[in-house]
């Protein structure tokens, strides 16, 4: 290992030591109160997207709103809330885009079959073009004897200059 | 040859995607309370503390709920054009003070009792009113969010139009442009007060 990827590699390791260390003292003390509730807050939080910073889930994003939004988790959880009242509850304000997984309807259809779509059509080139390839080989034929001798000649006056 | 055209083909139709997508807001998520009815609330109003209102004192008339704040920096930028808005409108605009003290983030909540925090709220709210000029019909106090959490507030200032029946007809999130006011909410409301 080379001195540079050496240092490079303690930069990770002491940065995500520190990460870990000050999300586990946050999360510390509330898990104490209630483990139960406070893993369901986890797994709840996590479906549920930040609509500030957008591409992170509540449970990862610091931002104010998702803060509230983890207390207001908290609080519908220790009322006795239902998961799935939970989950509505955040879709009615702030619509499917909130849900990290979108359900399947109407408008997401592209974006569930999309993939599909894609993987279908480039097996569909593939196939066709190995077909044609095969098609290409097969079509080619040997040399005749006159081009055989030919193309020995022209070899030959190469080797000979 | 031939071939070559296809990729270039396909080629520009990904550059014309992403051209596209460039020019879209990702804030501009669309509301699922627009077509619903606005949510329910009682916040006291800044100008007269011990007096409440919510969209129900609002009912038969079209209106503008603005969400606002002094800490928030696109507010600022949008203020003046609800300030001419309100000189040449009669359509009342109601602010909606969201989060003024703890939205903020330049202060320790945890050592800030509730009625300090009332205290400081409603003089910050009204020194940037005094200072900018006060567009609203009148404010009210959002002061822990929950309201905006109701309405599905995520990027202050978010500005609601409601119809004669309370129900929300439109949501522009981030500030308003003399363009979207113009083209957009002015036609809207001018169509709803038929």
């Known amino acids: ?161 | 040859m031939n071939r070559y055209y296809w990729i270039l083909g396909a080629f520009a139709a990904l550059v014309a995607l992403l051209a596209i997508g460039l020019g879209l807001n990702p804030r501009d998520v669309p509301s699922p309370l627009v077509g619903k009815p606005a949510p329910a609330f009682s916040l006291p109003i800044l100008a007269t503390p011990n007096k409440t209102l919510g969209p129900k004192d609002m009912e038969g008339k079209v209106w503008l709920l603005n969400v606002w704040s002094s800490w928030c920096v696109s507010c600022r930028q949008e203020h003046p054009v609800l300030v001419e808005f309100s000189k040449k409108s009669d359509v009342p605009l109601v602010g909606l003070n969201y989060k003024e003290v703890r939205g903020d983030g330049g202060f320790d909540m945890s050592k800030m009792s509730a009625d300090d925090e009332k205290k400081l709220a409603f003089q910050r709210a009204n020194t940037w009113l005094s200072q900018h000029g006060d567009p609203y019909k009148l404010t009210v106090m959002d002061l822990d969010g929950r309201v905006g959490i109701d309405y599905g507030v995520y990027g202050v200032p978010e500005t609601y139009v409601i119809d004669k029946a309370g129900v929300i007809r439109m949501k522009h999130t981030g500030p308003i442009s003399p363009d979207v006011l113009g083209k957009k909410i002015m036609p809207l409301l001018a169509e709803l007060n038929k």
């Open chain 1, 1 to 161: 290992m080379s001195v540079r990827a050496l240092i490079v590699s303690c930069v990770f390791a002491a940065f995500f030591a520190s990460t870990a260390t000050i999300a586990s003292e946050i999360n510390e003390a509330a898990v104490a109160a209630d483990p139960v509730a406070e893993k369901r807050l986890q797994g709840l939080s996590e479906e549920l997207r930040c609509l500030v910073c957008q591409n992170q889930t509540i449970a990862d994003s610091n931002a104010e709103l998702a803060q509230d939004l983890r207390r207001e988790i908290r609080g519908m959880i220790a009322s006795g809330k239902s998961d799935k009242e939970i989950i509505d509850f955040m879709v009615v304000r702030y619509g499917d885009f909130v849900l990290y997984r979108p359900p399947v309807k109407g408008i997401t259809l592209l974006l569930w079959g999309g993939p599909i779509v894609l993987m279908l059509l480039g097996l569909f080139i593939l196939q066709r073009y190995l077909r044609r390839r095969a098609r290409r080989m097969t079509d080619d034929q040997p040399l005749s004897a006159a081009e055989n001798s030919r193309a020995e000649a022209l070899l030959k006056e190469l080797d000979n200059k």
